[in-house]
């Protein structure tokens, strides 16, 4: 499985400017074996779902109450692809991906059957966060199938109908940023995560860092933990 793909959907609205300045940090990513699609929604596309360039688009109305249906929209619209691809991780516009690390962390997971995150509970539902949770394409191909009914947001739907069909969580790391200030990074940064949560009171700020993530990866964490 050494040159096995994953794809990233990054779910996304251009509702606020601060969300289209994480998305220019997220267009910093690159690497060779990782594509990466923004997820959005819109009541006026015309004709059906479809994919253009990075971007997923899915016809209905950009809200919270809807990004259950827009992600199991968004995970059919990418049927004819999913075989290119050995894991897909969703996250959002306010997380950081380490893709190197990621790749490195899907080295240990099974081939089928996985379904991976930061575990949560809601309120006696286990479910992996949807600020980052992995599966492989046979789970997403059976969730586009079963076209599971929205009992909670879309992290908790998911997690809802995953757990019931036997399938357990399997716990992944995750660093969470407590500050708003970028100059004052945790200096107890762990520099083996490759999920990096960045949300934070201040968007704005957590936008600059975002992009600073993205354009010096690493060294940004590396130069927190040597200070």
């Not at 089928?112 to 789970?139: E, K, M, Q, W």
Request: glycine fraction near 4%.
């Amino acid at each position: 499985m050494s040159q096995f793909r994953v794809l990233i959907i990054v779910l996304a609205s251009d509702t606020d400017p601060v969300y289209c300045r994480f998305q220019d940090a997220w267009r910093l990513a690159s690497h060779p074996r990782a594509d990466i699609l923004f997820l959005k929604a819109h009541p006026d596309i015309q004709g059906g779902d479809f994919i253009s360039n990075d971007t997923i688009f899915i016809r209905c109305r950009e809200s919270l109450d809807t990004v259950h249906e827009k992600q199991l929209r968004g995970f059919r619209a990418i049927l004819p692809r999913l075989a290119n691809y050995a894991y897909v991780l969703r996250t959002n516009l306010s997380s950081y991906i380490d893709i190197e690390k990621y790749l490195a962390f899907c080295e240990t997971l099974p081939p089928t059957n996985t379904y991976c995150g930061v575990i949560g509970r809601h309120p006696r539902t286990l479910f992996a966060s949807g600020a980052g949770f992995t599966l492989t394409p046979d789970l997403i191909r059976r969730l586009v199938d079963a076209n599971p009914p929205e009992v909670e947001v879309d992290d908790v739907s998911i997690g809802a109908a995953i757990t019931s069909w036997g399938i357990p969580i399997i716990p992944a790391p995750r660093f969470d940023y407590a500050s708003s200030d970028p100059s004052l990074l945790d200096p107890y940064i762990p520099l083996n995560v490759f999920h990096h949560r960045i949300k934070t009171s201040n968007r704005e700020t957590d936008a600059q860092l975002l992009t600073r993530l993205f354009k010096n990866g690493q060294s940004v964490v590396a130069n927190a933990n040597s200070q």
